[in-house]
Structures are given as C-alpha cells and as structure tokens.
C-alpha cells in the first residue's frame, strides 16, 4: 500500500492553530459556552476545528522554502460535543445526527463548508483562495500549498487515548478496566473481528472501539474517534459524496491540548499507532486513495472550558460534568453557529416537520445540499436516488472504503449503519442557486 507521510516542508504553527480555534470558540456569544446547571454543577466541553493554511513562499516554484504566518489561516468549521445517540434511537430518515463528538461535528462542518465553497467558487467566475480544477481529471482539488490541521482539546477517545485513560483512573477502576475482558460486541456467532465497547481493556491497543466509553450507558454503534480519524487519514475528509466533485482532502496535522510535555513523546507514539501504523498492510487501494500519514503535534494553549480547566462548585464541591448541548460552526455561513441536542437542533420539537429540527450537518442535509452543487455544477439530477444510492455511485471511494473495512483490511469489523439508515430521499435543496 502507497503511503504518504506530511512533511515538514513547511513550517506550521501548531500553537498558532489552536489558539486561532480557541479565540474563535471564545468569540462566539456566551449562551453557547458551558455554563454551571440550575443546581449549581460546573460544565465542561472538548472542542475541535479544521483550519485551512496556504503558504507564503520565497518562489512562487519552491514551496520547500515557506512559511505559514496567522494571516494565511482560515478556521473553516468548529464542533463542540461528547454525546452520541444509542443504537436504538437512530433515524431512518437522516435527520438527527448519530455522533455529536466534537471531531467528528467539526469535520461534517468543514464537509459542508466545502460543498458550500464550490458554489462560490461556480459563482465566482471559478475563483477561490482554497480550491482549483484539476484539469486532468476535472475534479475540484485544494490549491497547491494549501493544507488542512485539525485541533482537538484533548486526545479522541477510543486507542489513542486508552493509555491517557489508564495514567488517570484511580488505582482500583483502573485495575478493573485493564483487567476486563475485551469482549466483541458482534455475536458469537459470527466470525467477526473483535471491537470493544468504550474502555475496556487498557492493555488492548490497536482494536477498534465504540462510543461511549461508559459502561453504564445503552450501547451505540458509533465507532471511535480515534477509529474515525485513522480512516480519514486514508479515505480523506470528504466523504463519499463530496468525492464526486473533490479529490480526496487529506488531513496535514493533527493538534492535540492537554497533554503533559514529560509525556508528549509517549503520546506521540500511542497517536501514530491509533492513526497510522495499526493501518499498515499490503492492500492496494484504488487511485486516487492512499494512507497520508499526518503530522502529530501537541500544543500548550489552554482551552478554558476544558474539564482540566473548570474547577469544582466552590460551595458544593460538585464535580464538572460534561456539557449535553453540542455546538457547530462553520465559517462563512449564515448564521455560522448553531446548537444542538440529541443531535437535532436545540429548541425544536420533534412533533415539527423534519426540516424544522434536523441540522445543517445531519445526513438529509448533506444530502440536499450534495443534489444542489450538481445542479449549480451542471450535472443532471438524480434526485430520485436515495442517500444510500448517491454514496454508492462513488465507485472509487467505496473500493477504498471495502479495501480499508472489509475482511483482511486494517480496520476489518467496522460497525456499520448502512442502508437501514440511509434509504432516504432529499427534502429539499439548502443553497440558492
């Protein structure tokens, strides 16, 4: 298999990225922000953004001598969250998100931001700072030189994070979980790979996980963020749809908060293992697919609604709690943010009409808005495709995606929802033409 490792051509900022991500969380009006509950319990939250960064080169020929400086970043999507819906409530219809995990909001943003960026660059007399034609294949591409990080507050759950989990448990729980059995969550029936449940097992490394890490909570079968990530890092951000219309969109760097500088070395490795090497095999995937192995980069920026951030109720000694609302924001949008619970949109009442309470990132959403870039691109409509059938017609990415999930491929076990879940129809199209 092809790999593609980032190199350090040119200087990132890493600090410069969180920062820009944090300041721009901070901006955002304060009743989006964690606050104390009614009984006085403090509220924490884990945040994640994709920032985009073109150079500034010496030769306009020779980007191995650029730099990036704060004015060439563009911070194109935010998502706050660490919630996920259990297996037993997903939608048929695509109207409530599944996984309301702050990496994987911020990438369903920055796929809509895409999208969204194709219409202006159309509308543009074919114009952008960020994406060009590629004349060979006619697919949309990133300019040269641009790149794509992704910061999150903390280590994403699931393997790159179990070792973190293990240093910070108390003795006894920590004992409990190293020494539970990690057991598969597919019947015994099936000769299928193992994946375990949330955190069970620490000495298990490599295996794939669901959410959530709580034993006590319904099971979901939302897998990892850590798991999610390591598929970007072969299939791209894109998606299936958006592929037909972009080659893939490869993550450069990914910026990681709250880690320990004694420690950044070991956690390092346990991120490279979780998003890179466990993906090593002799599998050759369909061009234009291939392993991009990101840079990992930690930063010293504090994020402060992170749980190390947000102390105990002074008067109660009421431990922080995780906040149940998830925010998206998605940069040259109107309006940019927008609030979330349950994975619909918070406020709404789900005896309204799908429209009124699905949000702008869920699946039938994406989907509405996939159908208007073909018709704003030019492309006949195939409006009467449902979503599952539209995912399908990207030939090359469900190659890739079989290659990568399947039965000898790296990440074999794969929970997937499928067609239960995705035998829908657009509602209606989201941008103006």
């Known amino acids: ?46 945040l994640a953004g994709i920032v985009l960064s073109k150079p500034t080169a010496v030769s306009s020929n020779d980007l191995s001598s650029s730099f990036t400086d704060p004015d060439s970043l563009k911070c194109i999507s935010l998502g706050t969250g660490t919630k996920c819906l259990p297996e037993a409530k997903l939608p048929p219809n695509g109207d409530i998100l599944h996984d309301s995990h702050a990496e994987v909001l911020a990438r369903r943003g920055a796929i809509r931001w895409f999208y969204e960026e194709i219409v202006r660059w159309k509308q543009g007399q074919e114009s952008s700072d960020w994406i060009e034609r590629d004349e060979e294949d006619g697919l949309l591409r990133l300019k040269r030189g641009v790149q794509v990080h992704m910061y999150v507050s903390t280590l994403p759950c699931g393997d790159a994070s179990t070792l973190l989990l293990s240093f910070s448990q108390d ?62 890092t072969l299939l791209g951000l894109q998606g299936a749809l958006l592929s037909q219309f972009m080659q893939p969109v490869y993550l450069n760097t990914l910026i ?42 930690f930063t010293s920026v504090l994020f402060p609604s992170s749980r190390s951030q947000t102390g105990n109720n002074p008067i109660t000694g ?15 949008t109107n309006p940019p943010i927008e609030a979330l619970v349950d994975g619909r ?89």
């Open 171 to 232: 003795p006894a729980m920590a004992e409990r979980k190293e020494t539970s059995r990690l057991a598969s969550l597919y019947p015994t029936s099936e000769a299928k790979p193992t994946v375990g449940r949330g955190r069970d097992d620490y000495s298990a490394l490599g295996v794939l996980r669901t959410k959530p890490g709580r034993a006590d909570s319904p099971p979901t079968i939302s897998m990892s963020c850590s798991d999610k990530i390591a598929s970007w």
């Open 345 to 433: 949109k918070r406020g709404s009442s789900m005896k309204a009409k799908p429209i009124a309470y699905r949000s702008r990132i869920s699946k039938a959403a994406l989907f509405d808005l996939y159908l208007n870039v073909e018709s704003v691109m030019g492309i006949n409509q195939l409006a009467q495709l449902t979503y599952y059938e539209a995912k399908q017609m990207a030939v090359r990415y469900q190659d890739a995606k079989k290659s990568l999930r399947g039965k000898s491929g790296p990440l074999a076990g794969w929970m997937i929802s499928g067609h239960r879940w995705e035998g829908f129809n657009a509602l209606q199209p989201s941008v103006d033409k």
């Open 256 to 297: 990681f908060g709250e880690v320990e500088p004694g420690l950044e070395p070991t956690f390092a490795k346990e991120c490279e293992r979780a998003f890179a090497t466990r993906l090593h095999s002799d599998i050759e995937f369909s061009h234009p697919f291939h392993q991009h192995e990101p840079r990992i980069a």
């Open 1 to 46: 298999m092809m790999e593609d490792k980032a190199e350090d051509k040119t200087s990132i900022d890493t600090d410069a990225i969180a920062q820009l991500c944090i300041s721009t969380y901070l901006g955002l009006p304060k009743s989006f922000h964690p606050v104390p509950r009614s009984n006085g319990t403090p509220q924490w939250c884990i």
């Open 318 to 332: 009421a431990s922080p709690v995780s906040k149940s609302e998830s925010i998206t924001w998605i940069a040259d």
